[in-house]
T-cell receptor, first 116, second 114 residues
Framework: NAGVTQTPKFQVLKTGQSMTLQCAQDMNHEYMSWYRQDPGMGLRLIHYSVGAGITDQGEVPNGYNVSRSTTEDFPLRLLSAAPSQTSVYFC???????????????FGPGTRLTVL | AQSVTQLDSQVPVFEEAPVELRCNYSSSVSVYLFWYVQYPNQGLQLLLKYLSGSTLVKGINGFEAEFNKSQTSFHLRKPSVHISDTAEYFCAVRKNTGGFKTIFGAGTRLFVKA
């Protein structure tokens, strides 16, 4: 049971480039989310999904796209990278037996992204 | 909408001293409350959670938190800290009327000194 996995661990982009951050979980969780972590600002929700085919925007969605074609995967796409997107990105999942709403979120190890 | 305020951005403390990390929340509906810990260069992991019932919640590594509905607070405490407790701590809130969307505070960095 690998939990929540994220790739890559580190990435450097040039302004204007696009890329996809990968996230996968093997716990059959319904809920998955993407956060960015910036110094002094905690974790801010970018996008989330409550099941395959269902996504919604969080607090800071601009410049990011998501899709959820399977329960396991929830990739985050940067359409045209900007220096303001330099951050650490965390994917998280939650759910479990009978979709229990009491369950906490399980986090991946993060992706450290630098946009030059 | 929910919001979370962590009142201290950094808390330095000597080893074996007690510590309290403060968290206040705002919500128009009842909520679930969580504390997560993040060790350097790692993801977050759950310390403890309040769902209902007893307002004093015990978690891992000797931490506990008390839910105070009238003051809308959920402060985290430990009676005696260790060097290994040095980490960043996040308070989080989720409404209990359905859904998984969780809002996090800005974090409190705990420094334990020898």
């Amino acid at each position: 049971n690998a939990g929540v996995t994220q790739t890559p661990k580190f990435q450097v982009l040039k302004t204007g480039q696009s890329m996809t951050l990968q996230c996968a979980q093997d716990m059959n969780h319904e809920y998955m989310s993407w956060y960015r972590q910036d110094p002094g600002m905690g974790l801010r929700l970018i996008h989330y999904s409550v099941g395959a085919g269902i996504t919604d925007q969080g607090e800071v969605p601009n410049g990011y796209n998501v899709s959820r074609s399977t329960t396991e995967d929830f990739p985050l796409r940067l359409l045209s990278a900007a220096p303001s997107q330099t951050s650490v990105y965390f994917c998280a999942s939650s759910g479990g037996v009978a979709g229990s709403i009491y369950n906490e979120q399980f986090f991946g190890p993060g992706t450290r992204l630098t946009v030059l | 909408a929910q919001s979370v305020t962590q009142l201290d951005s950094q808390v330095p403390v000597f080893e074996e001293a007690p510590v309290e990390l403060r968290c206040n929340y705002s919500s128009s509906v009842s909520v679930y409350l969580f504390w997560y810990v993040q060790y350097p260069n790692q993801g977050l992991q759950l310390l403890l959670k309040y769902l209902s019932g007893s307002t004093l919640v015990k978690g891992i590594n000797g931490f506990e938190a008390e839910f105070n509905k009238s003051q809308t607070s959920f402060h985290l405490r430990k009676p005696s800290v260790h060097i290994s407790d040095t980490a960043e701590y996040f308070c989080a809130v989720r409404k209990n009327t359905g859904g998984f969307k969780t809002i996090f505070g800005a974090g409190t960095r705990l420094f334990v000194k020898a």
